[in-house]
């Protein structure tokens, strides 16, 4: 049985062309046992001759984020090093990349954070990037007495903040990359959660099943009441479903407006759900600040 493949689209990448021709940009499948969970892990490396600045419309994911912006190394130039868990951003999200530097990623399934982190619901994180000790309690505090969070140390004590700063972020090879997220998220969970599986299963149904377009249908397939839904969303997802709705349909938008052809609007709206074709646009220009009609034709100048 052939190995299952990373997502290969450019979904929620705004003008995605522009930053994969300034960086490098993969997706890595997670061990067999993460798979449940996790979406892909994400990396990026760059060295840029001038800042750029990339622009995301995020999905309803949590995102555990290993960075470093400089290069690697000892000495005033060295490149400082962090991990944060960033929740789900609701918002336009933007990131100015300057010089040189390399963020390694976990994308979780949506509703797949907190079978890793069950102390708090996943609400709690949405449209915030915290310290990674702070979502998952434990899991990369710098070692007491020891160096500062951002050194970049040999990888010598599992759990601590600079060991797995190292571990992950230091090998130029992305196997070793990868069997290091592997080895860290594998020490830090997942906990059994039976109502982790319902959320992202739902979630998953809104992504692949254009006839979801409104909670109520949601909540029919899912035989929990309305209120219910949205108490699981919270907890589990950490945005509620009728965002989760919207905001693939608005991926669907993205895309079509990228392909290079003028779409039907219109019927594009009535398509995914809206009740016209102002619906559509209300909602894409209050998260990218420009019409959809403006952000087709600026993917369209040289």
Not at 177 to 195: C, I, Q, S
Not at 241 to 260: D, F, Q, S, T
Request: positive net charge.
């Amino acid at each position: 049985m052939p190995e299952p493949a990373p997502r290969r689209d450019t979904r929620g990448i705004l003008a995605p062309s522009e930053l994969l021709s300034r960086v490098r940009f993969r997706r890595h499948v997670p061990a067999p046992e993460l798979r449940p969970y996790l979406e892909h892990y994400w990396l990026i490396d760059w060295a840029l001759p001038e800042p750029y600045t990339t622009r995301v419309v995020p999905h309803p994911s949590v995102n555990v984020v290993f960075q470093r912006y400089g290069p690697l190394g000892a000495g005033p130039r060295a490149g400082r090093s962090s991990a944060e868990v960033a929740g789900v951003a609701q918002g336009l999200f933007s990131q100015r990349l300057e010089g040189e530097g390399r963020v390694c990623g976990v994308q979780f399934r949506p509703g797949g954070f907190r079978p890793f982190a069950p102390a708090r619901p996943v609400s709690d994180w949405t449209d915030r990037r915290v310290p990674l000790h702070e979502a998952l309690p434990g899991a990369g505090r710098p070692s007491p007495g020891g160096p500062p969070a951002e050194a970049v140390l040999p990888a010598a004590v599992p759990g601590a903040l600079p060991a797995v700063l190292s571990a992950v972020l230091s090998p130029d090879d992305d196997h070793a990359r990868v069997a290091a997220l592997d080895a860290f998220l594998l020490a830090h969970g997942p906990a059994p959660d039976p109502a982790a599986v319902q959320a992202m299963e739902l979630v998953e149904l809104v992504r692949m099943d254009r006839a979801v377009r409104r909670v109520g249908r949601l909540a029919r397939l899912s035989g929990l009441s309305p209120r219910s839904l949205q108490r699981l969303f919270a907890s589990h997802v950490g945005v509620g479903p009728k965002w989760v709705i919207l905001r693939y349909r608005l991926h669907e938008a993205l895309e079509r407006a990228g392909r290079g052809t003028a779409p039907d609007w219109a019927g594009l709206a009535a398509e995914l759900g809206y009740s016209d074709q102002a619906h559509l646009v209300r909602d894409f220009t209050a998260v990218l600040g420009l019409s959809p009609t403006a952000y087709a034709r600026g993917l369209s100048v040289p």
